[in-house]
């Protein structure tokens, strides 16, 4: 583990932060003659470093949550795996809020003029903001995240920009679950989590978060972010070949903690089965291993990104299964190694990832297979797996493969997203831009 930063560092890498160079024209990597930024323009608000930049500064105050530190570097991707590293990171998913906001500068249809814009960015790190209610001094208060960012947007800093739409055309990144920050407000404020969600203040504003409710217009899940950011369209194709060629020995396999729970639940039938499975002979499926079971126990794989995935390397399918909240990362290391998925809940991706993730597509790139089928029918993992065919294995691996840039975020002054290639960030900014327009379309024809 790299060692924290001193925090003079943290200081100093706050004000490199505070100063971004502006995204120039010439280092863009959009020539001018093929840009057309009709309806994409975006306008960044601009905020008082409280509301970002100085939130890292108290990166390791908080005697509850981790000391996040070591994930700030390089723009929240994090230090690299190692020394000659140019695309493995030892990122932080929670560090979405920085990666968002370096990759928006460089945005090619930024734009400085409040009437030309389609869209306002907040670079607000808000998920980073609400520690200080989930852990630290301010956890008797946590119904008033958001009101002193709310008081500045609508009515300090040039309040013609908010009171144009009333926020129906601002967004922003929380990188956190969206269930962390919706205490109704009537609430004991000791019970977990902010209310920064809830507060009528924000409603129209769309919140792009790591995990969102299936119900409020305004939320939509981005894909945590991996370790593996390319800067270049080269690396990304000779990484693909990689998995490409990669044998795969393994039928199944797992990643995730080692606890096994005394009530039944899908975890603790995976655990089971597959501890069942290394007894059992793999002779005849073409596999050397029926199942793995990479134990991430205690956070050891969070930012060692090769714990798991030379193993995903050689598996063909990695199952994905609910923990304490439905979504997981591993989700998105396993495409960026081509294990198919395997999901066993509808909120773990389908209800989430509908901009990234054709909703019609998942039945061509992943398998689904219903928790309760596992934990109370007796249906096994594994005879649902053995009876897919070896030839419609491989083209689910080859969509699991088209869909890998799709959940990349490419390293920031790359040149990997020539239009074609979309990364993550390019889709999402793509998905708030429709939505921000049609609900002006609506909130116009009220
Ligand atoms: C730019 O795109 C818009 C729609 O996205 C289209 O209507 C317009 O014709 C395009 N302009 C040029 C010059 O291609
Ligand atoms: C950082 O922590 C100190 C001490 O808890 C607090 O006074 C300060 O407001 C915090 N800064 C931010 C930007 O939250
Ligand atoms: C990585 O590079 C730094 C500075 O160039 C050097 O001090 C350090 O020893 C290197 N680490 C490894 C593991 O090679
Ligand atoms: C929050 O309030 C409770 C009682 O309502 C009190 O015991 C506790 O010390 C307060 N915590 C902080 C951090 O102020
Ligand atoms: C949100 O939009 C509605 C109209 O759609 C408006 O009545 C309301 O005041 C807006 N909320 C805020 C906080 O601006
Ligand atoms: C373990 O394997 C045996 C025989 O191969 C089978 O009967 C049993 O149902 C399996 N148990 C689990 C949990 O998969």
């Known amino acids: 583990m790299p060692p924290p930063l001193p925090t003079t560092a943290i200081l100093l890498l706050a004000a490199v932060l505070l100063h971004f160079p502006p995204p120039s024209t010439a280092t863009n990597q959009y020539s001018n003659?093929?840009?057309?930024?009709?309806?994409?323009?975006?306008?960044?608000?601009?905020?008082?470093?409280?509301?970002?930049?100085?939130?890292?500064?108290?990166?390791?105050?908080?005697?509850?949550?981790?000391?996040?530190?070591?994930?700030?570097?390089?723009?929240?991707?994090?230090?690299?795996?190692?020394?000659?590293?140019?695309?493995?990171?030892?990122?932080?998913?929670?560090?979405?809020?920085?990666?968002?906001?370096?990759?928006?500068?460089?945005?090619?249809?930024?734009?400085?003029?409040?009437?030309?814009?389609?869209?306002?960015?907040?670079?607000?790190?808000?998920?980073?903001?609400?520690?200080?209610?989930?852990?630290?001094?301010?956890?008797?208060?946590?119904?008033?995240h958001g009101k002193d960012?709310?008081?500045?947007l609508s009515q300090k800093n040039s309040p013609a920009i908010w009171n144009k739409n009333l926020g129906h055309d601002h967004f922003m990144v929380l990188s956190r679950s969206a269930w962390d920050l919706n205490q109704p407000l009537g609430n004991d404020p000791l019970l977990f989590g902010t209310s920064f969600l809830e507060l009528p203040e924000f409603y129209n504003v769309t919140a792009l978060t790591l995990e969102a409710r299936a119900y409020p217009w305004q939320e939509r899940a981005l894909p945590y972010p991996t370790s593996f950011h390319p800067p270049s369209l080269s690396f990304l194709k000779s990484w693909i070949n990689r998995v490409k060629k990669s044998k795969r020995s393994t039928l199944m396999l797992f990643a995730?903690?080692?606890?096994?729970?005394?009530?039944?639940?899908?975890?603790?039938?995976?655990?089971?089965?597959?501890?069942n499975a290394t007894q059992m002979s793999a002779d005849g499926t073409g596999y050397s291993n029926l199942c793995e079971f990479v134990d991430c126990s205690n956070g050891?794989?969070?930012?060692?990104?090769?714990?798991?995935?030379?193993?995903?390397?050689?598996?063909?399918?990695?199952?994905?299964?609910?923990?304490?909240?439905?979504?997981?990362?591993?989700?998105?290391?396993?495409?960026?190694?081509?294990?198919?998925?395997?999901?066993?809940?509808?909120?773990?991706?389908?209800?989430?990832y509908g901009w990234h993730f054709p909703v019609d597509q998942y039945h061509k790139f992943t398998v689904f297979i219903q928790k309760e089928e596992v934990v109370f029918k007796g249906i096994k993992i594994l005879d649902v797996l053995k009876s897919i065919p070896g030839n419609e294995i491989r083209r689910m691996r080859e969509r699991v493969i088209q869909m890998m840039p799709r959940v990349i975020y490419r390293r920031h002054g790359s040149s990997l997203g020539l239009k074609e290639l979309k990364d993550a960030f390019d889709i999402a900014v793509e998905g708030t831009l429709k939505r921000i327009k049609s609900r002006l379309k609506e909130v116009a024809a009220q």
């Open 300 to 352: 050891v794989c969070e930012h060692d990104p090769l714990k798991f995935t030379k193993p995903m390397l050689q598996a063909t399918f990695c199952l994905q299964p609910p923990g304490d909240t439905p979504t997981r990362r591993s989700t998105f290391d396993s495409i960026i190694a081509g294990c198919i998925p395997v999901f066993f809940d509808e909120l773990t991706a389908k209800k989430q």
């Open 256 to 275: 995730g903690g080692g606890r096994i729970s005394a009530n039944p639940n899908i975890r603790k039938s995976i655990r089971l089965e597959c501890e």
């Open 33 to 144: 003659a093929d840009k057309n930024c009709t309806n994409k323009w975006i306008f960044i608000r601009q905020l008082p470093p409280r509301f970002n930049t100085d939130l890292l500064s108290n990166c390791s105050v908080y005697p509850l949550f981790d000391d996040f530190c070591p994930y700030v570097p390089n723009h929240g991707l994090g230090y690299k795996t190692h020394n000659k590293s140019q695309s493995w990171f030892r990122t932080d998913p929670f560090m979405l809020e920085l990666i968002f906001h370096r990759r928006m500068l460089e945005y090619s249809c930024l734009t400085t003029t409040p009437n030309q814009a389609n869209a306002f960015y907040v670079p607000y790190y808000g998920g980073m903001d609400s520690i200080k209610y989930l852990y630290g001094p301010e956890v008797n208060n946590s119904f008033q």
């Open 149 to 152: 960012l709310y008081n500045y």
